[in-house]
């Protein structure tokens, strides 16, 4: 069983910076691939950014060039920098862990305000 507990959401004016990291336990992270989702009130849930367990990434393309996720194999944690924030990207964001099993943290949230 994998636990992915989140943290570094919080309150943020728009044009601001936040960093979230995402623990995970257990001994799978290194071959796990990682993404962060993010769903905001009234919407589905929506893919942000991931990582594959060989560091490839992709984004969404309303966060490329903004959002950079990143992660520590030493750690076990999986980050998401969060630049030049725009009030559309208020959400809960959740961590996502996919090996054999898919795992979800219990999310935090990102409040961008003007």
């Known amino acids: 069983q994998v636990q992915l507990v989140e943290s570094g959401g919080g309150s943020v004016q728009a044009g601001g910076s936040l960093r979230l990291s995402c623990a995970a336990s257990?001994?799978?992270?290194?071959?796990?691939?990682m993404a962060w989702y993010r769903q905001a009130p009234g919407k589905q849930r929506e893919l942000v950014a991931a990582?594959?367990?060989?560091?490839?990434?992709n984004y969404a393309d309303s966060v490329k060039g903004r959002f950079t996720i990143f992660r520590d194999n030493s750690k076990n944690t999986v980050y998401l920098q969060m630049d030049s924030l725009k009030l559309e990207d208020t959400g809960v964001y959740y961590c996502n862990c996919k090996s054999l099993n898919t795992y979800w943290g219990q999310g935090t949230q990102v409040t961008v305000s003007s």
């Open positions: 990582i594959t367990s060989s560091a490839s990434t």
């Open positions: 257990g001994n799978i992270f290194r071959r796990s691939d």
